[in-house]
């Protein structure tokens, strides 16, 4: 079973909506949670960490983490052919000093 | 602050050489993490190293390894490369911690032919 699981999509939304991506974790000892945007042949960029239960907003981003259902999620509102990337959700474990990722989402926006 | 670099970017390899890839973490970042990146795999945990030791290793072969230094410069090294060692490779730093946020370099591609 992996660890983090997303949703491989693909995942088409049109400009202006709300883009909704998806998380589960296995690990209840993860303690930090990220979401980071991949353009093709680019690397990882960090978009948001959350550590706590609840939501978190940064912009146009929304991360939101429920520890017991272990899921996170991440929401895009205004989407922007921009946004158009692989989105990957990461787990971070303290006690083994580790962190593991989901294959990934591709979120495709059009105009 | 300069952000994370590695060298080179692009490598062309034939089966049975190695390769040596480096990774400058953010300055005052003391935890470097190494991944491969392949279309079919994702994102797969190389190892990481704080202050020059290892503390922690994914599932890949001996021929993988890697050192950092003094300087929490990293490298990594594959011997013996095969067909299938074609991948991106990423380097990431974070302050302390592997579960802290990680911060990941422009990564290097391997082609194997």
């Known amino acids: 079973q992996k660890e983090v699981e997303q949703n491989s999509g693909p995942l088409s939304v049109p400009e202006g909506a709300i883009a909704s991506l998806n998380c589960t974790y296995s690990?209840?000892?993860?303690?930090?949670f990220f979401w980071y945007r991949q353009y093709s042949g680019k690397s990882p960029e960090l978009i948001m960490f959350i550590y706590s239960n609840g939501d978190k907003e940064d912009g146009r981003f929304t991360a939101q983490l429920n520890k017991a259902s272990q899921y996170v999620s991440l929401l895009i509102r205004d989407s922007q052919p921009s946004d158009s990337a692989t989105y990957l959700c990461?787990?971070?474990?303290?006690?083994?000093?580790?962190?593991?990722f989901g294959a990934g989402t591709r979120l495709t926006v059009k105009p | 602050k300069a952000g994370v670099t590695q060298t080179p970017r692009y490598l062309i390899k034939t089966r049975g050489q190695q390769v040596t890839l480096s990774c400058s973490p953010i300055s005052g970042h003391r935890s470097v993490s190494w991944y491969q990146q392949t279309p079919g795999q994702g994102l797969q945990f190389l190892f990481e190293?704080?202050?020059?030791?290892?503390?922690n290793k994914g599932n890949f072969p001996g021929r993988f390894s890697g050192r950092q230094f003094s300087n929490s410069r990293s490298e990594m090294n594959v011997s013996t490369l095969e067909l299938g060692d074609s991948a991106l490779y990423l380097c990431?730093?974070?302050?302390?911690?592997?579960?802290?946020?990680?911060?990941f370099g422009p990564g290097t591609r391997l082609t194997v032919l």
């Open positions: 690990d209840r000892g993860s303690q930090s």
């Open positions: 190293y704080f202050s020059e030791t290892q503390r």
């Open positions: 990461a787990g971070g474990t303290y006690n083994n000093n580790d962190m593991r």
């Open positions: 990431a730093s974070s302050p302390g911690r592997a579960a802290d946020t990680q911060y």
